[in-house]
């Protein structure tokens, strides 16, 4: 729920920002773009597998307001994570997550903003509200236990656009078990 929190303040925050600029803004992530993202997550700096990887396809725009125009689409994500514990032991620590979003996407490419904040204008802001599950296993040979959950999902990030096709991605989720974690990753436009 924590993070759900922090996810909505962090677009309010985004969208007063936004709301501020003189000037309208244009999306990076237009009506029709389909984006393909992979990622790492913060367990591969340990020695554990986590990868993560989605697709998303732009539907529409619309504007709040005057001058501040959002799209939105809808993605499939998916998350996978797995770590034993070595040192003779067989413990392992297993996760698989997933769902289906509906995005909300900010772009400040037309935005007039500040010398200082120029680099702004390669950032794409997102969230993602959607269903989704996850399946967590853990414990020792003969004393595993599995876990499977349906619910509720989050997503949220920035896509750094280096080229109009290609990004650098953060981004944080929520697939259910405090899992989801933090990734870095790439973006691609179709």
Known sequence: MKRVSALILALFMVVGFASAQDSGLEPLMAPGDLGVSVGIGYGIF???MDFSGGVELMLGEFMLGD????????????????????????????YLGGGAF???????????????LSFMANTDWYIGLGAGFYS??????????????VGLRSVG??????TPKFAINVEGGYYGYGSGGGLIGVLFKL
């Open 46 to 48: 340990w020695g554990a």
């Open 67 to 94: 001058a501040l125009p959002l799209t939105y689409g809808v993605a499939a994500k998916a998350s996978y994570y797995s770590w034993n514990y070595g040192y003779g032991t067989d413990y392992i620590d297993s």
């Open 102 to 116: 509906g995005t909300l996407h900010l772009g400040l490419s037309a935005a007039n903003l500040p010398a200082n």
């Open 136 to 149: 967590y296993t853990w414990g020792y040979s003969g004393s595993r236990s599995t876990e499977f959950r």
């Open 157 to 162: 990030g920035v896509n750094y656009f280096l």
